[in-house]
């Protein structure tokens, strides 16, 4: 899944060791409120991969983000990314979050099945000592 992501992602990925992070949280590997993974394959080739987070923060943040999606460069648009949505959102137990940037073609899937955009996300990073 991690190897998956890190060549399907394309120029919206993130370095293997923080999708291995997030698969860990997913699976409880590490201590983390837990989530899941899914993978669609196809005669053993795996065609798509998904990794839901849960937040454990009901009520007032999202319940779970959707922090990897991908599928195989070969399999897109046939509609397997709707697919992995619908499966993800039958799996998660409340509202999902994602992070999609401006230019990402998937951006309008996720318009598609309903996600909304209502804040403008700003990041504070500690300085490098």
């Not at 899941?36 to 998904?50: E, K, P, Q, R, Y």
């Not at 943040?61 to 959102?89: E, Q, W």
């Amino acid at each position: 899944m991690i190897d998956f992501l890190f060549d399907h992602l394309d120029q919206y990925g993130d370095p293997k060791q923080d999708i291995e992070k997030c698969l860990n949280y997913a699976l409880k590997i590490s201590e983390s409120f837990g989530g899941f993974a899914l993978m669609s394959s196809d005669n053993g080739t795996t065609t798509g991969v998904v990794i839901v987070n849960r937040t454990g923060m009901n009520g007032y943040i999202p319940d779970n983000i959707l922090v990897y999606i991908a599928t195989h460069r070969d399999y897109r648009g046939k509609g397997l990314g709707k697919l992995l949505m619908d499966k993800s959102f039958e799996l998660a137990e409340g509202d999902i979050a994602l992070h999609v940037e401006p230019d990402n073609p998937a951006r309008y899937l996720y318009e598609k099945k309903g996600f909304t955009n209502k804040y403008l996300e700003m990041r504070w990073k500690q300085p490098q000592q």
